[in-house]
Every structure is written in C-alpha cells, then in structure tokens.
T-cell receptor, first 114, second 115 residues
Framework: EPEVTQTPSHQVTQMGQEVILRCVPISNHLYFYWYRQILGQKVEFLVSFYNNEISEKSEIFDDQFSVERPDGSNFTLKIRSTKLEDSAMYFC????????????FGPGTRLTVT | QKEVEQNSGPLSVPEGAIASLNCTYSDRGSQSFFWYRQYSGKSPELIMFIYSNGDKEDGRFTAQLNKASQYVSLLIRDSQPSDSATYLCAVNDQYSGGGADGLTFGKGTHLIIQP
C-alpha cells in the first residue's frame, strides 16, 4: 500500500541554523501539506501546496518557513533560522482530492533545536 | 477561529465493550470530518471519514455526524487492547471544487482498553 515517507526521522540542529525536512507524498496525490505537533499539544496545520504553489497557510507559517517541490517526487519544508520553539514533530501529508479528501500522514520528523 | 473540542480523557473501557468518543466543532461551514488514531510517538493514522449526516460503518468502527448539533462521534465495537491510543478528531470546510484546506484538529481523547 502506498505511503508518505519522510526523512530524516530525527534532526538535531542549533538555534539559528537552517533545516530542510523532506517528504515523498503518495505518487498519485495532488495536494501536499505540512503539520507540526509540539510535544503534548495538538496537531497544527502549517501549509498546503497544490500545482507548485502554496494554496493555504496558517498564522504559524511565517517568513522563516518555505516549501518547495524541487522535483517530481519530493516536497520540502525549509526553516530558515530555527528557534527553540520550533522543536516539534513535523508531519507531511498528502491527499488525492479529485475523488476523495482524506489526508494521509507520513511518519514524521522529530526536530530538536538546541 | 475554528475550534474542535474533545474530552482529553483518559477514557477507560473494558476489553470487548463499546468505546464511544465524542467531538464538537465550532465552524458551521465544516464539511469533512475525520478520525485519526495516534499511538504515542507515532503519526496520525486515518481510520474513518464522514461527509454526510448520519452513520458510517467500517468494520468495528462507526462514525456518526450531526451537523445541526455540530457533533461527530466514533464508536469502536468489541474493543481490543491494541485500540488503546489517542483518537484525534479533525475537520475542514473542504467541499467539492474548493481549495486545499488544512485540517483543524482537536487535542485528542486518550483511550485505554483494559484487558
């Protein structure tokens, strides 16, 4: 069964450094998403992406964040200058959205900012 | 501000019984409703979705939607210890032909199935 994959599973970085989180969505899906979950808190929407552009973004998704689909398979989230409060699990999700609206999540990347 | 409310629990249910999980949402424009299961340290796993008022059954799971009351529920029949997890309710206002909305999640209900 097709799955969303994410790399790395765990990323440790120092405050102020740039990180890139990578995702490979399910192959026939058209819509891609990033969410984050701070430890002990709820899952929060960051951004959605369709047809090579941002479709929707939340208040969390400020100028330090960017997304890109650099090739036909990868979908990335870049955090330009990490802060301690960026420490969280980051989940990528994808959806077909032609015949169904269900979003399927990847295993996540645990980002630790020190 | 869209809100999704769930009782955080823990909800303790004996093995073999029916577990009932509830969720309310604030945005009357919400159109799509999802239940995810999340084991500790893992990602959300989609287990049920419902778009129309009424009941939807899939195996041991039944999702119930009442848009007038802005209420969604999940029933798990014949509960098993492996059902012990946090159950997340999520909604969006996506409808056919619309944009790619993100999901709004509740904080989740921690379910414990007692052997």
């Amino acid at each position: 069964e097709p799955e969303v994959t994410q790399t790395p599973s765990h990323q440790v970085t120092q405050m102020g450094q740039e990180v890139i989180l990578r995702c490979v969505p399910i192959s026939n899906h058209l819509y891609f998403y990033w969410y984050r979950q701070i430890l002990g808190q709820k899952v929060e929407f960051l951004v959605s992406f369709y047809n090579n552009e941002i479709s929707e973004k939340s208040e969390i998704f400020d100028d330090q964040f960017s997304v890109e689909r650099p090739d036909g398979s990868n979908f990335t989230l870049k955090i330009r200058s990490t802060k301690l409060e960026d420490s969280a699990m980051y989940f990528c999700a994808s959806s077909q959205r032609v015949t169904s609206y269900e979003q399927y999540f990847g295993p996540g990347t645990r980002l630790t900012v020190t | 501000q869209k809100e999704v409310e769930q009782n955080s629990g823990p909800l303790s249910v004996p093995e073999g019984a029916i577990a009932s999980l509830n969720c309310t949402y604030s945005d009357r424009g919400s159109q799509s409703f999802f239940w995810y299961r999340q084991y500790s340290g893992k990602s959300p796993e989609l287990i049920m979705f419902i778009y129309s008022n009424g009941d939807k059954e899939d195996g041991r799971f039944t999702a119930q939607l009442n848009k007038a009351s802005q209420y969604v529920s999940l029933l798990i029949r014949d509960s098993q210890p492996s059902d012990s997890a946090t159950y997340l309710c999520a909604v969006n206002d996506q409808y056919s032909g619309g944009g790619a909305d993100g999901l709004t999640f509740g904080k989740g209900t921690h379910l414990i199935i007692q052997p």
